[in-house]
């Protein structure tokens, strides 16, 4: 039998691992997550860092980054997305022939409602597709399919979350 300030000592060592447990999972997903190890050298995109999203394709052919403007979309304003792509090298500009750029909210199963979004070539591996709006808040997806060239057709779907 354990007597009571025994007791309390295990409790009180018990909490103190487990903060300490914690402060070192907090101080490597913080070293994991940082930016240091990003790949990609942003210092020439046309998208400010901040507010872009970006993956490579599904099928791997493209780097594709994009950047709504405003960079946060207000419920029911229409707004720009400007999307680079990029070989699989992600330094090359892809001349993109066709390009497809959407919202969908997953939740509910619908796109953007009442829009018809036009995307234009702005420069090899730039465009622009304006006429988006996000009809309500909550979780959405950028659903971008481009085409260019001889690397053929891929996809990339990234979240965003609208708020109120």
């Not at 300490?20 to 050298?41: I, K, N, R, Y």
């Not at 304006?130 to 779907?157: C, S, Y």
Request: net charge neutral.
């Amino acid at each position: 039998m354990i007597s009571r300030n025994a007791e309390k000592v295990l409790i009180l060592r018990g909490r103190v691992l487990i903060l300490a447990c914690a402060a070192l999972v907090v101080a490597w997903a913080g070293t994991a997550c940082s930016d240091s190890h990003d790949p990609v050298d942003t210092t020439d995109s046309k998208i400010a860092p901040e507010t872009t999203l970006e993956g490579i394709s599904t099928g791997g052919r493209y780097f594709i980054r994009i950047a709504p403007a405003p960079a946060m979309p207000e419920v029911g304003a229409l707004f720009t997305l400007t999307t680079e792509v990029f070989a699989a090298d992600m330094a090359t500009p892809a001349t993109v022939t066709t390009a497809q750029i959407d919202g969908w909210m997953p939740k509910h199963k619908h796109g953007m409602e009442g829009v018809s979004p036009k995307t234009v070539a702005k420069k090899t591996g730039l465009l622009e597709t304006q006429g988006l709006l996000f009809n309500m808040p909550g979780q959405w997806q950028f659903r971008i399919k481009v085409t260019a060239g001889a690397h053929g057709t891929d996809e990339l779907t990234l979240p965003f979350y609208v708020s109120h």
